[in-house]
């Protein structure tokens, strides 16, 4: 009986050695978990920083988006057109792309877009208007 009892004692340590051993593993795994979830917090609130950093401030696909990258084509498109000598042309592409862009500065509140385009624009409209013998390319 004695020897059962001590068999018995035995056991009961070793069983609870084992407990207590895995349970210090599930604690140092829950610590290690714990740390880890802190460090991909970390990096993903970086990450997400950078991303805010790069990412467009503008809206896509509304009405002043598609006015914006309309404007900046035919703006584009004005000077290539001026720069070829066809004036009249680029004149007025250059004009509308003003105009577009005084829309788009308006819709963003933006007075600097607003006032540089008026003032450009104002200049071409000028040009067009002392010039009328430029539209006589549209009549022959």
């Known amino acids: 009986m004695i020897k059962d009892s ?11 050695n084992k407990m207590h051993n895995i349970t210090s ?11 880890e979830k802190k460090r991909l917090a ?5 990450l997400q920083g950078e ?7 503008t809206p896509t696909g509304t009405r002043d988006w598609y006015v914006k990258w309309g404007s900046m084509i035919l703006g584009v498109l004005g000077v290539f057109l001026i ?8 004149q ?8 577009g ?6 819709q963003w509140g933006d007075r600097a877009i607003m006032i ?10 000028m040009f067009l208007i002392e010039n009328p013998k430029l539209f006589d390319q549209l009549f022959n």
């Open 101 to 106: 862009w005084i829309y788009v500065g308006m």
């Open 116 to 125: 540089g385009s008026a003032i450009s624009g104002t200049a071409v409209a």
């Open 42 to 46: 970390q990096e993903l609130e970086e």
């Open 51 to 57: 991303y805010d950093d790069i990412k467009p401030l």
């Open 6 to 16: 001590e068999h018995e004692e035995l056991s009961e340590t070793v069983d609870s």
């Open 83 to 90: 720069s070829a000598e066809i004036y009249l042309f680029g």
């Open 25 to 35: 593993k599930a604690g140092r795994l829950a610590m290690e978990l714990a740390a």
């Open 92 to 99: 007025l592409a250059y004009l509308i792309s003003a105009v």
